[in-house]
């Protein structure tokens, strides 16, 4: 009897294994994954977002045009102490707080953001793969404070997370944030981008 029930254990073990494995690459991704879509912004991603930690200031793109080729701030320099906090379905970055050029921004999270996932070595047949991910959330926002000089209306703005992830989109594995905002024909137009404290 023994020996009977030993073998209908292993039997058992033997059925299960392929779905445990199934379960377990459910998120692996092969070799030339590539992804984009659109996805809800979830509860999660509020969740997440609302417990962002900077590493470090933000720093102010520039090419050679420097400050001729930055609008919306009446301040030039190339880095800013930034904060950026979700508060229900508002999102404020602030830059230079406490200081005589603050600016502050501010937005309605959208419903939907964009992702977009890929394997950089499309070439290599690795049995791991680890991809770079992309999340994208479109903003119209409206600056304020002594160090905006944008106007009164909303401007076009995008938020980006940039992170490593797997097959599974989870924003929580970003780990460099990037505002881009307004363009050439609008009031403002700047980028500014930095590292998240929360992952490596």
Request: some cysteine; hydrophobic content about 40%; glycine content about 8%.
């Amino acid at each position: 009897m023994k020996k009977t029930g030993v073998l209908y254990l292993c039997a058992i073990w033997a059925g299960l294994a392929p779905v445990q494995q199934a379960f377990a690459c459910a998120c692996c991704a092969d070799p030339g994954y590539r992804e984009q879509m659109v996805l809800p912004v979830s509860a999660y991603d509020i969740s997440v977002l609302s417990e962002l930690e900077l590493d470090g200031p933000g720093n102010l793109y520039m090419t050679a045009c420097a400050e001729d080729c930055v609008s919306g701030l009446n301040w030039f320099q190339s880095t800013a102490d930034t904060e950026i906090s979700v508060s229900g379905n508002t999102v404020s970055v602030t830059l230079n707080p406490d200081t005589s050029t603050q600016t502050v921004l501010k937005a309605d999270v959208p419903d939907e953001m964009s992702y977009l996932a890929r394997d950089l070595k499309p070439g290599d047949a690795s049995t791991s793969v680890w991809l770079k991910t992309e999340f994208l959330i479109p903003l119209k926002i409206f600056g304020s404070g002594p160090g905006w000089s944008g106007g009164t209306e909303a401007v076009p703005a995008e938020l980006i997370f940039y992170g490593d992830g797997n097959a599974c989109p989870d924003i929580a594995l970003s780990n460099h944030w990037l505002l881009n905002v307004g363009g050439p024909e609008q009031n403002a137009r700047f980028r500014l981008f930095g590292k998240l404290s929360n992952n490596p």
